[in-house]
């Protein structure tokens, strides 16, 4: 009796371990999946996604759309057939690539075994497979008839012109919540603009999913993000784009650079930077492509600097135009450094438009001891030297200015021929633009307008401030007059054309020391010197063909100037 006794016991303490066992199971591992299946069967929770705004060019074509595309997911309870076989179906067709005939056995493989894990997990009961499914692959995964796998409507990104602007525009990707969100660009410094409000759909159901008429509801409407209108002349940038990636190819350089702006407005027409990346397949390249040289990358800028610097001369009555040179005899010693002409050749008793056409270095040290350290350094911080500009694109970095109680005699000197300093090409282009639209400083801007359903709404331009007088303007624009006919690179002048141009070439440092064979070699300018419709930056890194600006990036600038005066109407005129 006793052991018939015991034996009840076990059996009733082992009914009562496998009851709790599975109790546990149910509400505790398995509790939040399933009041989650038990809510998506009782209610009815969509969210509704906004249409993200689009990006056009001045002219209103897309720079950036929207496209159709899917999410594709798995409803686990009703996947009905073999994981392994469903997830070696779907592989060639998830599979990032064009053709599948290039893609390898291995990451098919891999892209089937991702698959295989989504499909296996036992936490959740909806997962996402692929996003941004376009509609002819859509159609291959319905054609293969497997029940539990569903859709989505949700937006992509279009670029008519592949990777025409990708470094203006910027790309649309996931953040960590997997939403869509912009990076770089316009895209990611719009994103809130362009992204609009999301929607959402409320409504219970009864337990055959058929929608309680009486029961709880509520909708809030999706508001669609804002279109950008920017001041891109689409022309502009096509030419820009082919002209660089050209220039880049025959002077054997190994990246290149180069915006178009309207001086007097700040707006950018064009900007272009290689090499670069195409938008909408941005997970195919690597992630230092993405940043955009224009706004992100210092460098020493060489002799394109020495315009600043003589415009501040010229400005604070240190100097005048006639002022003549008195230590252009030859070679200058600076505390233990020797500074020479880059030619190695010396003209005595220069004169300061001497000094910019045959772009003096010793000259330039003359310059900067008459101006001295601290209305030097006064002078670049009004042309936005060692700050943002304030152009409408994430990402922009601006190299630091050395405090001016840093700065020694040697300091002076290097920096009036722009070395020991670092800017940005949008640096550079701004503050030559302030010379261009006599003496004010304008805030660069890539988007004119906001657009959404026939409203508009100007963006407004930033402050304009003084930097120099209007006629420390028109004297250093008629030194920049006589470099680009007189000057290195006389040879690129187009004859009829008014332009003020400078070029630059800069040894890159490397290592505490200036490698003596690499360069970045630069041009900047803007014409109609009387009147500028546009100022251009060209800057090539390593040209192999030749180190000198005169011969490389000079060349390039006029060459793409020559297509600008075209299209923008711009007529010769007799010298």
Same mark, same amino acid.
């Given at each position: 009796m006793l ?9 009733l303490?082992?009914?009562?371990t ?10 505790v ?12 069967q009782?209610?009815?929770n ?13 002219d209103k074509?897309?720079l950036?759309?929207r496209?159709?595309a899917?999410?594709?997911f ?11 076989e469903?997830a070696?179906?779907?592989a ?5 690539g ?8 291995d ?19 909806w997962?996402p ?16 008839q ?46 809130l ?10 409504g219970?159901?009864d ?17 669609g ?21 050209e ?17 007097k ?10 090499p670069?990346?195409?938008? !909408?397949?941005?997970p ?5 492509l ?5 706004i ?17 001369a ?13 230590i252009?005899?030859?070679?200058v010693k ?14 005595p ?26 209305k030097?350094?006064?002078y670049?911080?009004?042309?936005g ?28 000197a290097?920096?009036s ?10 640096q550079?282009?701004? !503050? ?7 003496g ?15 409203w ?12 120099i007088s ?6 250093i624009? !008629? ?8 000057g290195?690179a006389?040879w ?22 200036y ?9 900047v ?7 500028p ?17 005169s ?13 600008l005066?075209?299209y ?5 005129v007799?010298?």
């Open positions: 052991l018939r006794h015991r034996i009840v016991s076990i059996i303490l082992l009914a009562f496998a009851v709790s066992a599975k109790l546990f199971y149910w509400q591992i398995k509790g939040k999946a399933l009041s989650v299946q038990a809510q998506n009782h209610s009815l969509v969210s509704i996604k906004a249409p993200r705004g689009s990006i056009l060019s001045s074509n897309w950036a759309a496209n159709e899917w999410l594709l798995a409803d686990l309870d009703k996947l009905q057939g073999s994981i392994n469903i070696d179906r779907l060639p067709i998830t599979i990032n064009d053709d599948i005939e290039e893609i390898g056995k990451e098919l493989i891999n892209e089937a075994n991702r698959i295989k894990n989504l499909l296996t997990r036992d936490d959740v009961v997962v497979i692929k996003h941004k499914i376009s509609i002819t692959d859509r159609e291959k995964i319905e054609a293969l497997i029940t539990g796998l569903g859709f989505e409507q949700e937006d992509d990104r279009f670029y008519p012109e592949a990777s025409a602007a990708a470094h203006l525009l910027g790309f649309v990707g996931k953040d960590e919540s997997g939403e869509n969100i912009g990076y770089f660009g316009l895209e990611g410094y719009y994103n603009t362009l992204s609009g409000r999301e929607g959402n759909l409320f219970e159901r337990a055959r999913g058929s929608p309680i008429l009486i029961g709880k509801s509520s909708e809030y409407s999706a508001v993000g804002v279109n950008l209108l920017t001041h891109i002349d689409r022309g502009v940038q096509l030419m820009l784009e082919q002209k660089l990636v220039g880049i190819e025959k002077y054997g350089a190994k990246a290149g650079t180069a915006i178009i702006m309207d001086p407005t700040g707006a950018v027409m064009g900007m272009s930077s290689y670069s990346y195409e938008p !909408a397949r941005y195919l390249y690597s992630n230092e993405f940043k955009n040289p224009a992100s990358d210092g460098f020493e800028p060489g002799s394109i600097f020495k315009v600043l610097v003589m415009a501040g010229l400005d604070s009555g240190d100097l005048e135009p006639d002022t003549k040179c008195d252009c005899t030859g070679s600076i505390d233990k450094y020797t500074i020479e002409t880059w030619d190695r050749e010396y003209r008793d220069s004169s300061m438009v001497d000094v910019i056409v045959h772009s003096d270095n010793v000259g330039m040290v003359f310059v900067s001891q008459k101006l001295g350290i601290e030097m350094y006064e670049l911080r009004k042309f030297i060692g700050e943002q500009t304030g152009i409408d694109l994430q990402g922009e970095f601006a190299p630091k200015l050395r405090e001016v109680e840093k700065w020694s005699i040697v300091d002076l290097t920096a021929f722009g070395h020991g300093i670092a800017i940005t090409p949008m550079m282009i701004r !503050a030559v633009s302030a010379i261009a639209n006599k004010k400083l304008t805030v660069p801007q890539v988007v004119d307008k906001l657009l959404i359903d026939g508009e709404e100007d963006v407004e331009m930033g402050e304009t401030t003084r930097v209007d006629e420390a303007s028109r004297e624009t !008629a030194m920049m007059v006589e470099a680009a006919k007189s290195e006389k690129t002048h187009l004859r009829g054309f008014n332009i003020a141009g400078k070029t630059g070439t800069a040894q890159i440092p490397i290592a505490g020391h490698d003596e064979e690499k360069t970045i070699a630069s041009f300018g803007f014409a109609p010197a009387d009147d419709k546009f100022a251009m930056i060209v800057t090539l890194k390593e040209p192999s063909s030749s180190p000198w600006s011969e490389t990036a000079a060349p390039l600038w006029y060459s793409i100037a020559k297509e005066f075209m923008l109407g711009i007529q010769p007799r010298n």
